[in-house]
């Protein structure tokens, strides 16, 4: 599990700081499709990203949700930075007068 995860996001190591997996049988002993894998990745300027994935077989679980969280993760990284920065878009602007800058 831990290789297919590196091999996965190993292009974006150097902007990731943690990856934590978390893998649990929610039904017990009755079987059925109740393996599920919830993963979060934390990566500076964008918080905790999550995903969780949910099969039959615990292997197809783990890699969907590897591949779900690489997704997020190019996602992320497209959006210009402004967009990447929540809660900054709101703050006022100081507006400075035509006579404020002549005098500088």
Known sequence: MANRLMKTLARFSDRITRVDVTLTDENGPRGGVDKRCRL?????????????????????AIDRAVRRARRIVVTKLKRPITLRTRGH??????????NEEAAE
């Open 40 to 60: 979060s990745v934390i990566m500076p300027g964008n918080g905790e990203l999550a995903t969780s994935a949910k099969d039959e077989n615990p292997w197809k």
């Open 89 to 98: 878009q709101n703050e006022p602007v100081e507006e400075r007068s035509q």
